[in-house]
T-cell receptor
Framework: KAGVTQTPRYLIKTRGQQVTLSCSPISGHRSVSWYQQTPGQGLQFLFEYFSETQRNKGNFPGRFSGRQFSNSRSEMNVSTLELGDSALYLC????????????FGPGTRLTVL | EDQVTQSPEALRLQEGESSSLNCSYTVSGLRGLFWYRQDPGKGPEFLFTLYSAGEEKEKERLKATLTKKESFLHITAPKPEDSATYLCAVRLNFGNEKLTFGTGTRLTIIP
């Protein structure tokens, strides 16, 4: 079974721009979560989507948003990029509906100049 | 406030030298504790899930245990390929996939 895929793998943007990252979950998984990983803060939860609905949200500004499509694929968007948004953005999927395990993708490395 | 603390921050071992990594948590209502391994530049790789105190899981040279306040990841006779950052995470509620992570233990196994 194919794992979680994320595109693009690397991205370089400048301050003020916006960016969209994509995540395709493991086949059959309906929950997709997004995390930001930085050397200083570690892994921080951004939000979770289940059946196209945002089910939970972390403590990030409104510049960070996401959505999920009917095929469970998810996108996250960051508007008005800041230097501090440089990070590894990780997507994780799970079956959900019962206690289950999240499986992570390889991440998108975003660099903001 | 819910917290997950991992120790030590970094650990260097000789090949074959066994040791343990610690993950302590102060949360109300644990609904799962997870161990992941992360190699540089890659996403975390799932290792174990533990749900209740006293539970143990094993995989090759790794064994995870859980008590009411902490979890240990025991590494027996490690090899250089076990070098990675080991992350611990907790989930607090069913019907909610949010994981709260510790900052990890960076493990280096010296040949």
């Amino acid at each position: 079974k194919a794992g979680v895929t994320q595109t693009p793998r690397y991205l370089i943007k400048t301050r003020g721009q916006q960016v969209t990252l994509s995540c395709s979950p493991i086949s059959g998984h309906r929950s997709v979560s997004w995390y930001q990983q930085t050397p200083g803060q570690g892994l921080q939860f951004l939000f979770e989507y289940f059946s196209e609905t945002q089910r939970n949200k972390g403590n990030f500004p409104g510049r960070f948003s996401g959505r999920q499509f009917s095929n469970s694929r998810s996108e996250m968007n960051v508007s008005t990029l800041e230097l501090g948004d440089s990070a590894l953005y990780l997507c994780a999927s799970s079956l959900a509906g019962s206690p289950d395990t999240q499986y992570f993708g390889p991440g998108t490395r975003l660099t903001v100049l | 406030e819910d917290q997950v603390t991992q120790s030590p921050e970094a650990l260097r071992l000789q090949e074959g030298e066994s040791s343990s990594l610690n993950c302590s948590y102060t949360v109300s209502g644990l609904r799962g504790l997870f161990w992941y391994r992360q190699d540089p530049g890659k996403g975390p790789e799932f290792l174990f899930t533990l749900y209740s105190a006293g539970e143990e899981k094993e995989k090759e040279r790794l064994k995870a245990t859980l008590t009411k306040k902490e979890s240990f990841l025991h590494i027996t006779a490690p090899k250089p390929e076990d070098s990675a950052t080991y992350l611990c995470a907790v989930r607090l509620n069913f019907g909610n996939e949010k994981l709260t992570f510790g900052t990890g233990t960076r493990l280096t196994i010296i040949p």
